[in-house]
Nanobody, 114 residues
Framework: QVQLVESGGALVQPGGSLRLSCAAS????????MIWYRQAPGQERERVAW????????NYADSVKGRFTISRDNAKNTLYLQMNRLNPNDTSMYYC???????RGQGTQVTVSS
């Protein structure tokens, strides 16, 4: 059974950092296209970052490029999203997904506020 469990969301001040984790089970993270999405209430879903299977090629939305880093730990079968220089516009629910939005976790809330 495929399962994705996000964690690491929190309330953080502008300029701060967070690292989100996504523990996967039922499949191998390293052999799948993995994505971080975010969606705030009333706003469109945004594909924030993604990483291709078997390699280290990554890509980012323009809104987070240079601030966020997607990575994975194959031994732990876990996906990460390191988020630096956070600003209030980053406030959202963050979801990790396997391949597409259809297969995602329950999300973790990130709130950036002073």
């Amino acid at each position: 059974q495929v399962q994705l469990v996000e964690s690491g969301g929190a309330l953080v001040q502008p300029g701060g950092s967070l690292r989100l984790s996504c523990a996967a089970s039922g499949f191998t993270v390293s052999s799948n296209f993995m994505i971080w999405y975010r969606q705030a209430p009333g706003q469109e879903r945004e594909r924030v970052a993604w990483i291709i299977p078997f390699g280290d090629v990554t890509n980012y939305a323009d809104s987070v490029k240079g601030r966020f880093t997607i990575s994975r730990d194959n031994a732990k079968n876990t996906l990460y999203l390191q988020m630096n220089r956070l600003n209030p516009n980053d406030t959202s629910m963050y979801y990790c997904a396997r391949g597409s939005w259809t297969t995602r976790g329950q999300g973790t809330q990130v709130t950036v506020s002073s």
